[in-house]
């Protein structure tokens, strides 16, 4: 078989190959956007984090507040990020991938924080939570993919909904 001809065969081997190349480099840049999330939270930079959003992204955090688009996920990250979060570092244990069409995937990603405090600056202890998000390929021909939607669930409690209420007024 010439390199010509294997370069355009189109038996099922070579289709194989082709989509586990692919699957390969779609794993590596969601690892890659998972490293950017752990990144931007443990600088607490809110801006940097809200980067990593589609412009109408849903966030759902851990106290179950859902925020619609960038902005908001950026301004109601300021909050957490400078008191309760201050000084909280995120490590993400393992994620679980599944494809739900090209392009669009969904991941679990197992976490732990410690660092965390209360409102009244009491230490908490080590966090544990599941994040689910949907993630999609920004552009079919590269490695760069974004949050669509995200769900954070916390095993412990770091702060509540009325004391969100008190800093942000609803």
Partial sequence: MSKEHQYTSTNNNDNLLRNKVAAEQDLIGIKNLIDQFVDAWNKH???????LFEDDSEWTDVIGHLMVG??????????PFTTVLKDAI?????????EIQSGVVSVDAVWE???SKTPEGKPLPTRLGLMTLIVKKDDPHNKTWSIV???NLDY???YTNSDRKKIVGY
């Fill in 45 to 51: 930079d809110a801006k940097l984090f809200a980067v």
């Fill in 70 to 79: 960038k902005e908001e996920i950026e301004r109601m990250h300021a909050y």
């Fill in 90 to 98: 995120l490590t993400v244990k393992s994620i679980r991938t599944k």
């Fill in 113 to 115: 924080s410690t660092g």
């Fill in 149 to 151: 939607i995200g769900h």
């Fill in 156 to 158: 412990t409690g770091t």
